[in-house]
C-alpha cells in the first residue's frame, strides 16, 4: 500500500470514528487499489479515493408509528446515497435493530463497486431502519412501512434513487412501502422500487436472484480449474432468501447442500437438504416464522446446534467442498476460514456482504482458495433490480427463463471483469482485487468524465 493510500485511510478514519465496518469496507478495498494509482495518477489529482468515500448525501429522519395497544414508538429512518456517477442510487433498504448509520455506509459503499461491476448504470446507495419487523403483526408492519414512506418518497425516484428490498424488508413490506408512495404522489410509478410482486411491476425470480448469483459465480470460479458443482458437499449460513435460493440452485446443479442457520444456531443434514426438505424450509421460514431448530425434529438424521461458540462458528467446522456465507458480515473469523481450509473447502462464494473478516479472507487468499467477495458473488440481487428497471421503462415483463439466462450472463461477465483486472495488475486468481479495480476503475472513470471536481 503506498503512501498516499495510507493517508487517505488516516484521513478517513478520523473522520469516521467508530463506523468499523465502514472503515474494514473502505480499507479492504482501497488497499487494493496501489497499482491502479500508480499507473493513473489521474485518479489521485482528482482525488477520487477521497471523494468516494463521502456519501454524496445522507437523509436521516424519524419514523413515528402507531403499535396494536395503541402506543406511538419512534424508530429512525436513514438513507445514504453514496455516488451516482453511473446511475441513479440503487441499493436496499433493510430493517433490523443493527441498522445505524455506519452500517448503511459501509453497505452503501460495497454497493457502489457492486452495482458497476454489474454492466447495468446503477449509483450505490443503501437504506433502513432499527425497526425489528419480528414479532410484529401485519397491520404494525404497515403503519411503520405507511410512516417511513411519508418521509422517504420525497427522496427518492425513477431517475434518482430505487430502493430494495433487504433484510427485514420482503415482497410485504415493499408492497405496503409502494402502497404509500402511490397515495401520496398519485403516481403508479412501477420504476421508483424493485422487489415488487409480479403482478404489479416486479420481474421473475427476483426473489431467488442474489442466492442463484452467487451459485452461478462459484460455477464460474471452478470451471477455470475444469471442475464444477456437481457432486460437491457445501455449507450454506442463513435460511433466508438468500440461503433459500443457494440451496435451491445448488440443488439443481447436483450439488448436496448440508447446513442452514439463523440467530439460534445452525442444523447439520448429512445426507443432504433436498428439494422436499428446502420446501419444507421455505415454508417454516416464509409462512411459518418459525426457527431452524425445528428442522432436526422433522427430520431424522439431521442435528441440532445452538450459537454460542466466542471464538467461531461450528457450522464452518464441517468437513465440505464449498462455502455460501449467506447471513450478515464478519461471520467468518480468522479461526472459521483455518476450520474451513483444513476440512478441504476449495471454494468460497460469498452470498452476504463481507462476511469474512479481513483475517479469513487472508488465510483464504494465502491458501489459494477461489474465493468470490460478496460485492462479486452476491452481486445477483442487483443485477436481476436493474432488470426490473428495464422492464419497467418498457412497459414489459419477460419470462423466467428470459431473466435468468439475463442473470447468467451478468454473472458471468462480472467473473470476466475481476478475472481480467486481476490478470492486468499481477495478481491473476484474485477475485478480491479483480473485483475492486474493475469497479473502481468504471465509477472513478465516470467521475473524471463528469468532472467530479
Avoid at 19 to 30: G, K, N, T
Wanted: aromatic share 8%; proline share 5%.
Amino acid at each position: 500500500m503506498n503512501d498516499y493510500i495510507q493517508s487517505v485511510l488516516s484521513e478517513v478514519r478520523a473522520k469516521n470514528q467508530g463506523e468499523s465496518e465502514f472503515l474494514q469496507a473502505v480499507h479492504e478495498v482501497y488497499s487494493t487499489l496501489g497499482p491502479v494509482i500508480e499507473r493513473h495518477p489521474e485518479y489521485r489529482a482528482a482525488r477520487i479515493l477521497e471523494q468516494m468515500a463521502e456519501p454524496e448525501r445522507v437523509v436521516i429522519f424519524k419514523v413515528p408509528w402507531v403499535d396494536d395497544s395503541g402506543e406511538v414508538r419512534v424508530n429512525r429512518g436513514i438513507r445514504v446515497q453514496m455516488n451516482s456517477a453511473i446511475g441513479p442510487y440503487k441499493g436496499g433498504l433493510r430493517f433490523h435493530p443493527s441498522v445505524r448509520l455506519g452500517l448503511l455506509k459501509f453497505l452503501a459503499f460495497e454497493q457502489v463497486y457492486k452495482n458497476a461491476l454489474t454492466t447495468l448504470p446503477m449509483g450505490g446507495g443503501k437504506g433502513g431502519s432499527d425497526f425489528d419487523p419480528k414479532g410484529k403483526s401485519d397491520a404494525e408492519v404497515r403503519r411503520f412501512c405507511q410512516s417511513f414512506m411519508t418521509e422517504l418518497y420525497r427522496h427518492i425516484g425513477q431517475f434518482s434513487d430505487i430502493p430494495a428490498g433487504d433484510i427485514g424488508v420482503g415482497s410485504r413490506e415493499i408492497g405496503y412501502l409502494f402502497g404509500q408512495y402511490k397515495r401520496i404522489t398519485g403516481e403508479f410509478a412501477a420504476g421508483v422500487i424493485t422487489g415488487k410482486g409480479h403482478g404489479w411491476g416486479g420481474s421473475q425470480i427476483r426473489p431467488e436472484a442474489t442466492g442463484y448469483g452467487s451459485v452461478y459465480f462459484a460455477q464460474e470460479m471452478l470451471a477455470t480449474r475444469d471442475d464444477s458443482l456437481s457432486g460437491k458437499t457445501c455449507l450454506i449460513s442463513g435460511s433466508g432468501n438468500v440461503a433459500q435460493y443457494t440451496a435451491e440452485a445448488l440443488i439443481k446443479l447436483g450439488a448436496k447442500p448440508v447446513t442452514l442457520s439463523d440467530s439460534s444456531g445452525f442444523i447439520y443434514d448429512k445426507d443432504g437438504i433436498d428439494g422436499e426438505k428446502l420446501a419444507w424450509v421455505m415454508d417454516l421460514k416464509n409462512k411459518r416464522r418459525g426457527r431452524i431448530a425445528e428442522y432436526a425434529e422433522q427430520f431424522p438424521g439431521a442435528t441440532y446446534a445452538p450459537s454460542g461458540a466466542p471464538d467461531h462458528n461450528p457450522l464452518w467446522d464441517i468437513p465440505a467442498d464449498c462455502a455460501f456465507p449467506s447471513a450478515t458480515q464478519n461471520e467468518i473469523s480468522g479461526k472459521d476460514a483455518a476450520n474451513l481450509l483444513s476440512n478441504g473447502v476449495i471454494a468460497v462464494a460469498e452470498g452476504a456482504n463481507m462476511p469474512t473478516s479481513p483475517e479469513g479472507v487472508e488465510l483464504l487468499l494465502g491458501a489459494g482458495v477461489l474465493y468470490g467477495p460478496g460485492k462479486a458473488a452476491n452481486a445477483g440481487g442487483v443485477a436481476v433490480s436493474g432488470l426490473e428497471m428495464s422492464q419497467a421503462s418498457q412497459r414489459q415483463q419477460w419470462s423466467r427463463e428470459q431473466v435468468d439466462e439475463e442473470l447468467r450472463g451478468i454473472m458471468r461477465a462480472i467473473h470476466e471483469q475481476a478475472w481480467s483486472a486481476a490478470q492486468e495488475y499481477g495478481h491473476p486468481g484474485n477475485y478480491l482485487m479483480g473485483a475492486n479495480i474493475a469497479g473502481f476503475r468504471k465509477v472513478a472513470d465516470a467521475m473524471l468524465d463528469e468532472s467530479a471536481v
